[in-house]
């Protein structure tokens, strides 16, 4: 299977820190879309970004902004200065095989304390 | 977003036995699926639910062990048949509403223990 790789587990930071999260992902597709989610301590998984393999623009949202990097298959994710809110698992996910089911990484659970 | 909720939110069950979960969503769309995440895990998919056709299967899922139903365009049921403990995790649907790569939205999930 091809696989998406979140390399760091656990990630603690102090408050106020930026941190940065890594997602590099395999792929034999031509067109594919890379997301992001947060799970936080709750359960609930909450939709952050997709980004379409076509459009290697960076983007940035608030305190967040992700790094698309086609040549090097990464899509990587930075939360700057973090918030104890910023506290779950993030997954990253891509498409496979051309539909729409999710292919996920196994997560990177950051804590952000205070 | 599409707004999707599940029943039960959570449920404790006995081995042997089977529970029925339902998702919802508050518009038609194309496509759901079921994925499970068990303790401390990552997410996987079981199966993809069209309307009018019996769902597609991942490798490592089986209808018998997982039938699907999806009677119409906003409404769908996993069911977890004979359940072992190793079937204990969270059971969510997700929708992508047009088919075309949107976003995808996860429901909160149903938190399944089997005793």
């Known amino acids: 299977a091809q696989k998406v790789t979140q390399a760091q587990t656990e990630i603690s930071v102090v408050e106020k820190e930026d941190v940065t999260l890594d997602c590099v992902y395999e792929t034999r597709d031509t067109t594919y879309y890379l997301f992001w989610y947060k799970q936080p301590p709750s359960g609930e998984l909450v939709f952050l970004i997709r980004?379409?393999?076509?459009?290697?623009q960076n983007e940035i949202s608030g305190r967040y902004s992700w790094n698309f990097q086609k040549s090097t298959s990464s899509f990587n994710f930075t939360i700057t200065a973090s918030q104890v809110v910023d506290s779950a698992v993030y997954f990253c996910a891509r498409t496979e095989g051309g539909s729409e089911k999710l292919v996920f990484g196994k997560g990177t659970k950051l804590t952000v304390n205070p | 977003s599409a707004v999707i909720s599940q029943k039960p939110s959570r449920d404790i069950c006995q081995r042997g036995t089977s529970l029925t979960i339902q998702c919802q969503v508050d518009s038609q769309v194309t496509m759901m699926f079921w994925y499970r995440q068990q303790p401390g895990q990552s997410l996987t998919l079981i199966a993809t639910a069209n309307q009018g056709s019996e769902a597609t299967y991942e490798s490592g899922f089986v209808i018998d062990k997982f039938p699907i139903s999806r009677p119409n365009l906003t409404f769908s049921t996993l069911t977890v048949s004979n359940m072992s403990p190793e079937d204990s995790s969270i059971y969510l649907c997700?929708?992508?509403?047009?088919?075309?790569?949107?976003?995808?939205?996860f429901g909160p999930g149903t938190r399944l223990t089997v005793l």
């Open positions: 980004r379409n393999s076509f459009d290697e």
């Open positions: 997700s929708v992508d509403r047009t088919g075309a790569y949107n976003e995808q939205f």
